[in-house]
């Protein structure tokens, strides 16, 4: 076995009475992340691809502790923008002080704003073995702009896509990379003009399930192609590393089995073939998205049309992935599981027949469809629609499981709502990690006759 620890931590795992002491110490709604599932699912996945370099996509969720925690075990990690290289930096500098060349940090440029180059290019002079990913012809121009020569990495097209969602498949679209085709003139052109060529990347989609392994087989086989191509043309040393990207799926309904490891690895393994350049990987929900949830209280409970109409206080701009992806993340009741002192989990159908018929919970809530919404004024803010539930009350906690990926990460101030908080815990411990968002933090950036020293852009 690949190591000790399960592939997938239900929301029914987590103690309901802990987190719901934490929503009455930090408040509503609350990010809660675990540490020492971000490590379990780290060594999972390590074990699984012993010899290969571990990226983490910072973009999953950013969270200091995350960028040190997986630093520490042994992660580098993939920045999406300047904003997420300095973050890394930081990490990477505190967890271990021991990386203060930027070795372990990779920024993927993908239409970089002139604010991003200018900042990493800067960054490059303090941290000289940084790696910059682009995607296109114009950044290699704009980087030679600035004087930058250092670590060049090509992320390519390469026509084949995956993912949970049109809206995450990336490896045929448009704007990401330059269409494999092109891909050895563009480097041996970079290289002529004095970059430091050391890689060849792409990503095809995130969410990928092990039914989409073919696609993978078929992506990796272009890329070790590539590889071979371009050692065979390019001067020197040849390519450092061949990244394949992220993508690593996870399940998000209980009926859903979690990515078949080995498989992917032994068939990642085997496209690849015998390429003489390092595999690298970087993978961002496999690590996070298990362990956080969003914990929210439940403010209205309403009889509506077929279905029982309950109102939160997170919503779409806590955790956008329903409204913008009909994703469906588990969800729990912690308030009915704890009541009558047991902790008998609500979300997965442990219910009692009643006399009447319907389904009650142990102390004799009837378990009910109902419709769980945000107060946020879209009719696309719900969490879930018709799902068998014990029936809400007001002032209960609910606990919305596989948050700590691409949760926190795309929560937004619409309709001036300020963000939430996010504590971590780690064994006992528990910190707050980013206290909440307050009135102030949302009008604070306006320039106005309240604010007039703003000007700075
Ligand atoms: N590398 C690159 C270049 C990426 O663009 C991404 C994700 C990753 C790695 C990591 O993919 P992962 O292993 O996390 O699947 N917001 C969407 C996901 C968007 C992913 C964007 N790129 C969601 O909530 O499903």
Redesign the pocket.
Known sequence: KLTESPAVRRLADWDAARLESLVGDYGSPLYVLDLERVRENYRRLAAAFPDAEIMY?V??NALGDVLETLHEEGAGL?C?SAGEVKRALAAADSSDGSDASGADVHY?AVNPPARDLDWVVNAWEEYPELTITVGAEDTIDRLEERGYDGRLCLRVNPGIDAG??EK?K?GAAAKFGVPIERAVDVLVDAAERGFDVVGIHA?VG??VSSDQLDDHRAFVERMGDLAREVNETLDGDGLEFVDV????GVPYRDDEEPLDLEAVAAATREALGDVDARLTI?????FVADAGVLLTEVNTVKEARDTLAVGVDAGMTTLL?PAM?D?SHPIRNLTADLEGGSDSDSSDGSADSSDEGGETTDTGREIVPQTIAGPICESGDVFCTDRQLPASRRTDALAIGNAG??GYE?ANQYNSRPRPASVVVDGDAVRLARRRETFDDVIRPETNAANPTNAAN
Request: no cysteine.
């Open positions: 996509a973009k999953a993939e999406a993927t949970h969602h995450v990336t990503h995130s969410g990207g992220g993508g690593f970087e993978p961002g929900r496999y992935r992806y994703a990926a691409y795309m």
